[in-house]
């Protein structure tokens, strides 16, 4: 049996000297096609008699810039920055590349800079820079792996709640160890309005496990909020949370797909809890994180928060809550209580509801301010592409609804305002998720690309996702996750000699070099197959399909190699192997019965 194996090419089968005199050649007859280059060779080599007066005196112009190799082919000459002997500045030749070859000349990933020294170094045509910059910003490869998100996106202003318990958000902090009570997960509620922590240590994280911690925890003790916030968790996006929802007559909003700053207050607050708990962890196994998150929960609570200028458990219970330590020093009075002193409790609440409003007013007031100061400084910090699109006439926070804009300002078409991107625009999605056993630090952060179905808001764009694209997220993204994709224009046509036209014109890639047009020997190429020793599967690290592979005894060799299916043609043998060794197979589970 005969299978095809081909030989390797061999470098002592090129000989250098030729390849290099083809590639010359091909670049010479290059020069001599496009007007500009063939007028100045003309030019150099005194051969006046064919050209007009026009083009004479232009080609003069920047001749002294130019000289011409024994071979024919047109230099660029200029004066290096470096001296050499006698103080006289060096002279560096450089090739001039022809418009139609300049995609050939690539200077690597090395960003516009740095290719742009490369290739002038080297070579020399009309507009070198601006082709390289248009090179390096069209390039897939430093697309996706290179640069992060700059664009940062509008701020509509924050959504506002009015009083404690009107707007709730929910995150899970997870994985976490396995507690002694069987914990893993710990899932996080917040007060928009307050900062009122309530915290709950998990063993399970499904939707109706999800929703039961709600009930207790939070409906239970504070009635159904108007609108839970959350990220966009299969267990909160799930039919039964939605349902449970519904039931307490609370809309759920999600955040935008990879958008955290989207829910930054309760973000914030799972990182104060995490370093938190760090601290006062001892367990070495960490075993007892559960319990110390719960207890924290109170320090949080009764912490002054700079922005409402209270603590959360003052703006929700109307008092401060008493320390141990408070609670052990104060005095305590015995005795019969008199008429007084049953009228003090009654008082004391009137006191205390008197001052919780006074309170709860001006903390909506702090934070109206704060949100509507953090946003417009977010938009005057924004560069003048984005301005650009930044609506007018939404800046007045107080128009602003839950979702930070109203439904007739949305279906409204902004004017004076330029879109960041169109319709149909294809742009790179940043996305830090890897596959299992990579790292981030290796991965391509930018994915795609997308195409733009349609503008949601100024900072929001609904991406159209292709049927078997592998991707399921979200389609509406936040515009600091977008990047345009540079498509390189067609060049102009260039200007060619009147003696030739289009279809005479010499293709450089139609012929091959000599070291592209070598044919192995087909004869020599195969090799018979005396037997088929042994397969395997190997492991396989990347996404490909992995491929069998046979341990394969050639005629006339003694060393057998390895050698994927796809090189093989011996169906015979093959058939004859995995049928013997199906056989050896049902023997031995027959004998171990």
């Known amino acids: 049996m005969k299978s095809s194996h081909p030989r390797a090419p061999s470098a002592n089968d090129i000989d250098p000297a030729v390849v290099q005199a083809e590639r010359r050649r091909r670049i010479d007859i290059a020069q001599d096609e496009e007007l500009r280059w063939a007028d100045l060779k003309a030019y150099l080599r005194s051969e006046l008699s064919q050209l007009s007066f026009r083009r004479v005196r232009n080609a003069g112009k920047v001749a002294d810039d130019f000289v011409l190799s024994e071979g024919g082919l047109l230099y660029c000459h200029n004066r290096s920055r470096h001296r050499g002997g006698d103080d006289e500045p060096i002279l560096n030749l450089r090739l001039v590349v022809p418009t139609t070859m300049v995609d050939e000349v690539e200077g690597g990933h090395q960003g516009i800079v740095r290719t742009y020294h490369r290739v002038k170094s080297d070579y020399y045509w009309i507009g070198i820079y601006a082709d390289v910059v248009r090179h390096v910003q069209a390039c897939e490869d430093c697309c996706t792996s290179k640069s992060k998100p700059h664009l940062r996106g509008y701020s509509p202003v924050n959504i506002v709640s009015d009083r404690p318990f009107h707007i709730v958000s929910m995150d899970f902090v997870m994985p976490l160890p396995r507690t002694r009570r069987s914990n893993t997960a710990l899932l996080q509620f917040q007060d928009h309005f307050t900062g009122f922590v309530i915290a709950k240590s998990m063993a399970e994280t499904g939707a109706l496990e999800v929703a039961k911690v709600f009930e207790e925890n939070v409906f239970r003790r504070f009635g159904a909020p108007s609108l839970v916030r959350h990220d966009r968790d299969p267990r909160f996006m799930s039919e039964v949370f939605q349902k449970f929802s519904e039931m307490m007559q609370s809309r759920s909003r999600a955040t935008l797909s990879y958008r955290q700053l989207a829910n930054g207050q309760q973000e914030r607050s799972v990182k104060t809890m995490i370093q938190t708990v760090r601290i006062y962890v001892e367990d070495p196994l960490q075993a007892d994180w559960d319990d110390i998150a719960e207890r924290v929960v109170y320090a949080i609570n009764?912490?002054?928060?700079?922005?409402?200028?209270?603590?959360?458990?003052?703006?929700?219970?109307?008092?401060?809550?008493?320390?141990?330590?408070?609670?052990?020093?104060?005095?305590?009075?015995?005795?019969?209580?008199?008429?007084?002193?049953?009228?003090?409790?009654?008082?004391?609440?009137?006191?205390?509801?008197?001052?919780?409003?006074?309170?709860?007013?001006?903390?909506?007031?702090?934070?109206?301010?704060?949100?509507?100061?953090?946003?417009?400084?977010?938009?005057?910090?924004?560069?003048?592409?984005?301005?650009?699109?930044?609506?007018?006439?939404?800046?007045?926070?107080?128009?602003?609804?839950?979702?930070?804009?109203?439904?007739?300002?949305?279906?409204?078409?902004?004017?004076?305002?330029?879109?960041?991107?169109?319709?149909?625009?294809?742009?790179?999605?940043?996305?830090?998720?890897?596959?299992?056993?990579?790292?981030?630090?290796?991965?391509?952060?930018?994915?795609?690309?997308f195409r733009v179905k349609r503008k949601v808001e100024e900072f929001a764009y609904e991406l159209e996702l292709p049927d078997k694209s592998g991707y399921r997220f979200h389609p509406v993204i936040h515009v600091s996750r977008l990047k345009k994709v540079v498509d390189t224009e067609k060049r102009p046509t260039t200007r060619l000699i009147a003696e030739l036209e289009e279809g005479q014109r010499f293709d450089y890639d139609e012929e091959l070099l000599p070291e592209d047009s070598w044919e192995p020997d087909e004869g020599a190429s195969q090799y018979e197959v005396e037997d088929i020793l042994d397969d395997e599967l190997p492991l396989c690290t990347s996404t490909a399909r992995n491929e069998i592979r046979f341990k394969v005894k050639w005629v006339g060799y003694e060393v057998p190699s390895w050698e994927p299916l796809s090189n093989l043609s011996c169906g015979g043998l093959l058939f004859e192997y995995l049928r013997q060794k199906t056989g050896k197979s049902s023997t031995n589970g027959a004998s171990c019965r």
């Open 302 to 449: 009764n912490s002054r928060d700079s922005t409402q200028q209270g603590t959360p458990f003052y703006l929700v219970r109307g008092w401060e809550a008493r320390s141990t330590m408070k609670a052990m020093t104060e005095s305590v009075r015995h005795g019969q209580n008199s008429s007084a002193d049953l009228a003090a409790p009654a008082e004391w609440r009137r006191e205390a509801n008197r001052q919780r409003e006074v309170a709860l007013r001006l903390a909506a007031e702090y934070q109206l301010k704060e949100k509507a100061r953090q946003a417009r400084e977010h938009n005057e910090s924004l560069g003048r592409v984005e301005q650009r699109a930044t609506p007018q006439a939404r800046d007045n926070p107080e128009n602003a609804e839950l979702g930070g804009v109203s439904a007739e300002s949305a279906e409204a078409p902004a004017e004076s305002t330029k879109s960041l991107f169109k319709e149909g625009d294809r742009v790179w999605l940043c996305m830090e998720r890897v596959k299992q056993g990579l790292t981030k630090k290796l991965a391509h952060r930018w994915h795609g690309s």
